[in-house]
Each structure stands twice: as structure tokens, then as C-alpha cells.
């Protein structure tokens, strides 16, 4: 399809370029300059083109005004004064046009105090002065699409916050009998401290909500059951809808936990959206692409399959229209229809947040032909996306022709894990951006080869039989005074001619083989002898993964019970990590659980955050401890989604009486802002790669000696 010419209205001027083709223009920020001096619009174009910038020139403010809804630019730098149209009138339209999103820079020399405030005004984000100090000019055109990003970032995360709050309870009071509130949970204030509660239960909701709370609270402390109470709140003139829960807390008080009412299967949703679904495109994102790959590739091995990853990119999208989310939305739709046509593309997501793509980035769009695929089939799916995806796009304010460029990479050719296969196929997907190739494939030689799934099964047999597998332990530490506070066991196998198998392998090789039992009994014995040896001060815990298969077993308790009585371990010495998936589907695992709480084990809910965790399973479960999943810290602290995700998880942990660990940090700036967050432990390479037994003694006494360096002295 022909690219479609701008012609602008007012033609009056001679000066006017067209932009080149947009299938001939680079990924890099788009600058309109409207100016009505020839020499100062070649200055521009030639110094923001060395600087990596795509400089579309016009004469007047009208002009401006067309080229913007034409070409949607990242930055619009103006004149004010102007023939036809001047800057300040051009930008007072622009601001008017539907979906505008980017700076307004004024350049001038009009330097008056009036103009300048006319300029700021009319909608202008910045205001250079003529004449133009040029070595600097790129730069400040550079700081001001910066600060613009971001303050559109703080923005989105602002709204996302907002959102995540309303799940986060509104109150937490300690409430006696009579009805007095005796504390605050959430404020930290109590009767008889210098921060005395001055609230009662008529000042905070009202005589008639307050006499159905000591109604409920009533018969909470004689039935000793919880009970719920819906009621309303005039704020501002506004009805708010609000619930309240009431739980029993000894014999003549109750905790009331007040929340905004909305409903829980509603809470769950949002923060599944906000965790796991792009809010431009609403298509999966990256988190959720890759949890569904991940568990794609461990079915991959186990059945010698070769998995095909495919990255969708566009070249011709600005800044701005990367957020437009009807261009988004379409796009994801096409993508969505098209890949409909085949049965093999992995589904993404589940019940109505399921896609066969998800959105990975700004620009790349990422899908999974999960079985092995042939070439004919790879090249159908590639061209039937090519087809699909282009020609023109549709927004408010732009029509846009879009050419699809696609990377692919497959397993296990290109990699063997799903970071190293994303990469492959971004790389390609940047060939062909590069080279203007519609399709380009990554060719990396074979990392590794695959065993039959038959005897690599009986393998594993082997090495359980002949305890010729091991464990690594990797320390968990206290943010807030640097000790170590608890050591997680984790199973390896090294295999003679494979070396290292993945851990999700071995236990789903174990889950197929029947093996999963023994294996989860050998690893928690194993644990609990090497904890019981360790001779440190202070003694951590050591923590062991349960399965979900161990966790279903009737006999957890008593099977854990049997093992530190065997080994000789104190209960308070060791925590069982149990995930999501676990709780939510062996509901009749909670007496266990409260079995072993009541002596002492301590129990930690690992990778919150990437299941579907319902708040009143939170509550009924008597959990110590959340970890937030690692693919929420990967990014931090650039991605202030991720932040404000960390954020909330910590909030809610220590509103439930729980502590939040942090896993997956690699640096100190993750480790820094958790802190700030108030994380109170964390777990990953920054801190301590996982370590063979034999090592963590060594671990233990240089971080004891370089805690007690940073520790101040004492007199």
C-alpha cells in the first residue's frame, strides 16, 4: 500500500518538506519544527538529525497543526512569532486536538515576562530562547522528552496505586466488647499512648452503623465466628459503600478490618490486571507471558519438543502512538484474530484475560507456537501475521500504515532457557528492523542435547536410590539489621553427562515418574540434618519448597513431625514454603497447617503475587510470611509499575500481621528501594548465590564479621 502524501492547507509557503516514507524512517523520537525563517528550519533539521532525531519541518502554526494530527510527533518545537498562524495560537490548537500526548517547547526570541506567560498559557511545556546555544540544544530537547516520559510514568503509577489501595483495608481496629476502640492497627495509635486514639465508632461511621457493629461484635465474641457487615458512609455529600469483617481476638475482643466495598472476586481481578495485563493494549504483558512459557518449555523437555518463539515489532510507531490505546488495542486485536486460525499458538492468560500474544514492550509483541512446529508451519504463521498486520491503522487523530518486522528463535536451538530465547528472538526481531527483512531467524548452534524422556526418568530413579543428588542453600537476610535470618534448600541434580538439570524439569520429570514423594522426602530430612549440624550465631531456619502433590498428602503434618523428630531439629528452626497453586486446590490442608503453626514451623506463601491468591484465603491460612515473586523485582527500580506492585504486597503482609521477603535481587539499587518500601527481608544473587553445603559455613562468619563492622559500638 502507497504511503499517503501530506499535503498541508495553507500551501502559501515554498519552504515546506514532506517527511520521507515512514517505511524509510529509523526508530528514534520525532520533531516537528514549524519556524518561518529558512535558515533557522535548516539549522534544526541538520543538528537534531546528527543527533539521532527525525526533524519534519513546517513554516506556520496551521502547518504545525496538520503535521501534528498527521504524524502524532514525540516533540513539537514553535515559534511564536509566525505569519498565517502564530506559535501561541498553533499551540492552544494543538493542545485542543483528541489523544495529544508530547511536549510544546516555544522557541524564540521573544523573551518578555508576557510572552512567556502567554506562551505556558496556551499549553507550552518549555521555552528556549533565541539565540539558540546549539551544542546545548539537543541536549534540552533530550531532558525535556525525558521529564516528559516520566512525569507520564508517576502519572500511570499514581492511578495505579489509587487502584491497588482499594484492596488494601481502610481500617484495622482492635475493638472491645463495649465497643471501644482499643487500637489501630493500621495507624499504630492505642488508648494510653502519646498518639491516643480520639476516634470512637459514632464519630468514625455514625449511632446507627456504630449500634450494628456492637450488635455484630456481640455475637462475634459469643459465637466465635467471624461475621461480615455491609453499611454506607456520607462522605462530601457522597454515599460510600463499605464492609467490615469481624474476627474474634481472645475472649472479649475483635479485630474489624474495613474495606471499601468492593467485591473480593472484584479486588482479584484488579490486582490480576494490574500485575498481569498491559493497560495500553490489554493484551498479557511480560509477566504473565512468561509464566506460561516457562511451564510451555518444561513440557517441551519432558516430551522432546522444539517450541517456536515469534516477536512482533513495528518501526513506524512514535513515542505517542506506542500509548495510544486505540492503535494498541487494534493492533492487538489483528493479532489475536489472525493467530486464531492456528492450533498449535500457546494461549496466554486464562478465562476472559486470555490472548495469543502478549505486549513485552513498547514496541514488541511476543507469541508461542508451543509443540514442535515445522518450517512450513512457522512460515504460514508468519505470513498469515505479515498479511493481517499491514496497511493502515485507525486512531482519533491518525491514520497510520503499519509493516510488521518478526524475530524468531526456537528451543532448543537458540537456548535452552526462556531468558536466553527471548533475547535470541528480540535479537532477531532487530535484524529486521535493521535490514528492513520482513522475517528474520536467530541462529545459535544447539546449547545442549536432549535425553529420552524414558531413560532420563529412570536416571532420576537412579539418583534418588543412590543419593546422588544434592542441595544448595541460598541465605535470606534482614533488611533491617543485616543478619541472616533463615537458609532455603534447593534441590540439584548434576547430571554426568548434562551437568545441572533445571529444577522444573527434575520435578516435573518426578511428578510423571511417581517420584515426586520420595523426592520431597529426601530433600526435607536432607534439610533438616544439615540445619541441625550448623553451628552459627545467630541460628537461622532453614527453608524447604513444598509441592503441591506433598502438600495434598494427608500426612504432611505428621510426616514433618517424624523428620524433625528424626533429625533431632527444633520445629521453630525450619519454615515450609508453600505456593498459591497449593493453597488454592488442597483446601483441606489447613488443619495441617495449623498443626504444624501451633508447634512452632513457620510458613511462607513463595511467589506471591503470580497466582490468584483470594484475600480470604490470606486470612484463613496461618501464614507467616509472603515472598514477592522475582518478576516483580527484576526491573526495579526503573519500572515503577513493578514499585508500586512491591509496594502494595508489603503493605498488605504487614496489615495481615506477616512479614514480606523479597527474592530475585541482583543489585544494591533493588535491594535499597525494598528497604525503603519496607521489605523486611530479602534473597537473591546481589546477597548470595546459592551454595553447596560445604560453603556456608565460610558465607556465614564473613557476614557475621561484616555485620558486627557496620553495627555501631556500644559503651
Not at 511462607?604 to 484475600?615: A, E, I, P
Not at 480470604?616 to 513493578?642: M, Q, T
Request: hydrophobic share 40%.
Amino acid at each position: 500500500m502507497p504511503d499517503r502524501q501530506f499535503v498541508p492547507k495553507n500551501r502559501r509557503e515554498t519552504n515546506y518538506r514532506s517527511p520521507p516514507p515512514k517505511d524509510e524512517l529509523p526508530v528514534a523520537p520525532r520533531v516537528l519544527a514549524a519556524d518561518d525563517d529558512p535558515g533557522m528550519r535548516l539549522l534544526m533539521e541538520e543538528t537534531l538529525a546528527k543527533a539521532g532525531f527525525n526533524v519534519y519541518c513546517t513554516a506556520s502554526g496551521s502547518e504545525a497543526i496538520d503535521a501534528c494530527r498527521e504524524f502524532k510527533p514525540d516533540l513539537v518545537l514553535l515559534d511564536i512569532n509566525m505569519p498565517v498562524m502564530d506559535g501561541i495560537t498553533a499551540c492552544v490548537e494543538i493542545r485542543k486536538q483528541s489523544g495529544v500526548d508530547f511536549p510544546v517547547v516555544m522557541v524564540t526570541s521573544a523573551d518578555d515576562a508576557t510572552s512567556v506567560q502567554r506562551a505556558f498559557d496556551a499549553g507550552a511545556t518549555d521555552f528556549i530562547v533565541k539565540p539558540i546555544n546549539w551544542p546545548l540544544f539537543q541536549r534540552r530537547l533530550n531532558s525535556v522528552l525525558q521529564e516528559w516520559n516520566q512525569a507520564q510514568e508517576v502519572d500511570e503509577n499514581n492511578r495505579r496505586v489509587g487502584l491497588l489501595k482499594k484492596v488494601v483495608p481502610h481500617k484495622v481496629l482492635l475493638v472491645a466488647r463495649s465497643g471501644e476502640i482499643i487500637d489501630d492497627l493500621k495507624s499504630g495509635t492505642k488508648n494510653g499512648d502519646e498518639r491516643e486514639v480520639s476516634s470512637t465508632l459514632e464519630q468514625l461511621y455514625g449511632r446507627e452503623t456504630a449500634r450494628r457493629f456492637k450488635q455484630r461484635i456481640s455475637g462475634v465474641l459469643k459465637t466465635g465466628r467471624a461475621n461480615n457487615l455491609d453499611f454506607k458512609v456520607v462522605e462530601q455529600g457522597i454515599d460510600i459503600d463499605y464492609e467490615a469483617q469481624f474476627l474474634t481476638e481472645g475472649r472479649d475482643r475483635v479485630i474489624v478490618v474495613v474495606q471499601h466495598g468492593i467485591r473480593e472476586s472484584q479486588s482479584n481481578n484488579e490486582i490480576y490486571d494490574l500485575a498481569f495485563l498491559d493497560l495500553t493494549s490489554g493484551l498479557p504483558n511480560r509477566h504473565l507471558f512468561e509464566r506460561v512459557a516457562e511451564e510451555q518449555l518444561v513440557d517441551a523437555r519432558l516430551k522432546g519438543q522444539t517450541p517456536v518463539f515469534i516477536c512482533v515489532g513495528f518501526e513506524q510507531l512514535s513515542e505517542a502512538q506506542k500509548s495510544d490505546a486505540v492503535i494498541m488495542e487494534q493492533i492487538a486485536a489483528n493479532l489475536d484474530d489472525c493467530l486464531a486460525a492456528f492450533d498449535n499458538v500457546a494461549i496466554i492468560g486464562r478465562d476472559d484475560h486470555s490472548a495469543r500474544v502478549a505486549r513485552i514492550g513498547s514496541n514488541r509483541f511476543m507469541l508461542l507456537l508451543r509443540r514442535s512446529a515445522s518450517a512450513r508451519h512457522v512460515d504460514a504463521v508468519c505470513k498469515a501475521i505479515v498479511a493481517k498486520l499491514t496497511g493502515s491503522i485507525v486512531s482519533d487523530t491518525a491514520s497510520i500504515d503499519l509493516t510488521p518486522r518478526l524475530g524468531i528463535a526456537s528451543y532448543p536451538a537458540d537456548g535452552s532457557d526462556l531468558e536466553s530465547l527471548v533475547r535470541a528472538a528480540s535479537s532477531a526481531l532487530r535484524e529486521a528492523l535493521q535490514t528492513g527483512n520482513r522475517i528474520c531467524f536467530n541462529s545459535q548452534p544447539v546449547i545442549k542435547p536432549r535425553l529420552d524422556t524414558e531413560d532420563y526418568g529412570e536416571e532420576l530413579r537412579q539418583a534418588l536410590e543412590q543419593d546422588a543428588l544434592e542441595l544448595y542453600f541460598q541465605p535470606r537476610l534482614s533488611l533491617a539489621d543485616g543478619n541472616i535470618t533463615c537458609i532455603e534448600a534447593l534441590l540439584r541434580w548434576n547430571h554426568p553427562m548434562r551437568g545441572f538439570v533445571d529444577l522444573a524439569e527434575v520435578l516435573n520429570l518426578a511428578k510423571a515418574t511417581g517420584l515426586i514423594g520420595k523426592l520431597g522426602d529426601w530433600v526435607l530430612k536432607t534439610a533438616c540434618n544439615e540445619a541441625h549440624n550448623w553451628q552459627f550465631d545467630p541460628l537461622p531456619r532453614v527453608s524447604v519448597n513444598l509441592s503441591q502433590q506433598e502438600f495434598s498428602r494427608h500426612d504432611l503434618a505428621e510426616r514433618v513431625l517424624d523428620v524433625l523428630e528424626n533429625t533431632g531439629l527444633a520445629p521453630d528452626r525450619i519454615d515450609l514454603e508453600l505456593t498459591e497453586a497449593a493453597l488454592l486446590r488442597a483446601q483441606d490442608g489447613l488443619t495441617d497447617l495449623q498443626t504444624l503453626k501451633a508447634l512452632g514451623v513457620g510458613l511462607v506463601l513463595d511467589d506471591f503475587g503470580t497466582g490468584h491468591t483470594s484475600l480470604s484465603n490470606l486470612k484463613l491460612y496461618p501464614i507467616d510470611a509472603l515472598k514477592i515473586d522475582g518478576s516483580f523485582v527484576r526491573e526495579l527500580p526503573d519500572n515503577a509499575k513493578d514499585a508500586a506492585i512491591c509496594e502494595v504486597i508489603i503493605t498488605m503482609a504487614h496489615l495481615l500481621g506477616m512479614h514480606a521477603v523479597a527474592e530475585g535481587v541482583e543489585t544494591e539499587e533493588q535491594l535499597t528501594l525494598l528497604r525503603s518500601l519496607g521489605c523486611d527481608e530479602a534473597q537473591g544473587y546481589h546477597i548470595c548465590k546459592p551454595l553447596p553445603a560445604s560453603e556456608v559455613a565460610e558465607f556465614f562468619m564473613n557476614n557475621s564479621a561484616a555485620t558486627a563492622e557496620r553495627s555501631p559500638t556500644t559503651s
